[in-house]
């Protein structure tokens, strides 16, 4: 978890504005610094991939004062862009080995827990409660209510939080979907684990979800189009 201070004090550093921690706080008090502060968190979002670490923030920050406050540039960034294409991929397989590993601990816990079940493809399984209509067919058209989260608790999407079902053919999803689905019945809620192979594979769902990383779905089918 970033601090909170910490997290003012890199939207203002990447406007130019690097202010000490307690300063930054008292920003927020201002609808102004409030906007300054979100568009900040978007450009850390895009940044995400490349787990810069703190002396890394460092030279990034001076180099995004630079080109914000028109100053000169300290070289010809244009030659630089296979360099930054270099390290995006370094730290993405860098951190999806880091993520396979921590998995199959995970993976291993949860199919121990009582009524989970493990399928061939990996797919953990847990029927939250029964159904009593139809399952859907791989080539069905469903409509659910879903919460999506990885390992660590963090939702990365939900209709619930959009207040509305989703609706999609099983077929379209990623392939946990597609399986963990057809064990249900229509008026059922289940939850499904998914390994990384079935769900975005090494490279991810940038900058949301990190490469081979476990997704954890609870899904209330609501009806099914065949």
Not at 146 to 152: H, I, V
């Amino acid at each position: 978890m970033i601090l909170r201070d910490t997290r003012c004090a890199l939207a203002l550093a990447a406007l130019g504005l690097f202010a000490a921690p307690a300063a930054a706080e008292e920003a927020l008090d201002s609808e102004r610094d409030r906007t300054l502060y979100s568009l900040g968190a978007y450009i850390g979002l895009s940044m995400r991939p490349y787990s810069l670490t703190a002396s890394e923030l460092e030279v990034f920050y001076q180099g995004m004062r630079d080109q914000i406050t028109g100053a000169e540039l300290a070289l010809d960034i244009a030659e630089y862009q296979p360099q930054i294409r270099a390290l995006q991929d370094e730290r993405r397989v860098a951190a999806a080995a880091r993520e396979a590993a921590a998995a199959k601990v995970y993976l291993d816990a949860v199919a121990a827990e009582e009524g989970v079940v493990r399928l061939e493809s990996g797919l953990l399984y847990d029927e939250l409660e029964a159904g009593d209509g139809d399952s859907p067919m791989a080539t069905s058209t469903v409509r659910v209510h879903y919460r999506g989260t990885l390992r660590d608790g963090t939702e990365f999407d939900s209709s619930f939080s959009r207040g509305q079902p989703s609706e999609f053919p099983l077929n379209r999803v990623i392939a946990c979907w597609t399986e963990g689905l057809q064990q249900m019945k229509v008026g059922g809620k289940a939850r499904l684990v998914c390994p990384g192979e079935i769900g975005y594979g090494p490279n991810g769902s940038p900058p949301n979800i990190p490469g081979n990383a476990v997704l954890s779905f609870e899904i209330e089918l609501l009806s099914v189009t065949p």
